[in-house]
């Protein structure tokens, strides 16, 4: 089955503007996570949703938000961005029940750089 | 707080050498334990991961770890190392009470394997 989709793959922006990033789960899967990739603070956290609410949230300003539509894509949105927030965004999505143990699996990602 | 440290940020082996990295996490109460794997140009992919039992973990394309707790340390390790293990290798720990998509990822080791 198709894995977790991303789009767009890369995009460009400049500072100030807003960005909206779309993540397609895998197929049956019900939790959509997001992820900060950058070369100096690596991999973090941003926020998950299960069944359109938001269940986690990681240390990142209000500025990064997200949502989940009743077919599980989600979206997220980073409004007046700054130069830091280019980034690789991945997306992750993991099985219905989400234990803790449940194996995630990302996207490829949409690269982000801000000018 | 939860962290994990990978202490290498960058092995450069010979083909056919055994490889180590190491990987100490932080965190009091129960956890689970993976190895993620990105190759150049390619999603982040599960390489193993430990949930409880049998300490040491064999996971794809023979690598292998070992959950040490009185250590908190999950070292991945692979006899024998191929070019094509040439890829970013993160260490990651979620808490057993936690979902699966709150996990927090070590700052990765680039592995740079000589042909």
């Known amino acids: 089955k198709a894995g977790v989709t991303q789009t767009p793959r890369y995009l460009i922006k400049t500072r100030g503007q807003q960005v909206t990033l779309s993540c397609s789960p895998i197929?049956?899967?019900?939790?959509v996570s997001w992820y900060q990739q950058t070369p100096g603070q690596g991999l973090q956290f941003l926020f998950e949703y299960f069944s359109e609410t938001q269940r986690n949230k990681g240390n990142f300003p209000g500025r990064f938000s997200g949502r989940q539509f009743s077919n599980s894509r989600s979206e997220m949105n980073v409004s007046t961005l700054e130069l830091g927030d280019s980034a690789l965004y991945l997306c992750?999505?993991?099985?219905?029940?989400?234990?803790?143990?449940?194996?995630?699996?990302f996207g490829e990602g949409s690269w982000l750089t801000v000018v | 707080a939860q962290s994990v440290s990978q202490h290498n940020h960058h092995v450069i082996l010979s083909e056919a050498a055994s490889l180590e990295l190491g990987c100490n996490y932080s965190y009091g109460g129960t956890v689970n334990l993976f190895w993620y794997v990105q190759y150049p140009g390619q999603h982040l992919q599960l390489l193993l991961k430990?949930?409880?039992?049998?300490?040491l973990v064999k996971g794809i394309k023979g690598f292998e770890a070992e959950f040490i707790k009185s250590k908190f340390s999950f070292n991945l390790r692979k006899p024998s190392v191929q070019w094509s293990d040439t890829a970013e290798y993160f260490c990651a720990v979620n808490s057993r009470w936690s979902s699966a998509s709150k996990i927090i990822f070590g700052s990765g080791t680039r592995l740079s394997i000589r042909p």
């Open positions: 992750a999505s993991s099985s219905t029940d989400n234990r803790s143990g449940n194996t995630i699996y």
């Open positions: 197929s049956g899967h019900r939790s």
């Open positions: 430990y949930f409880s039992g049998d300490p």
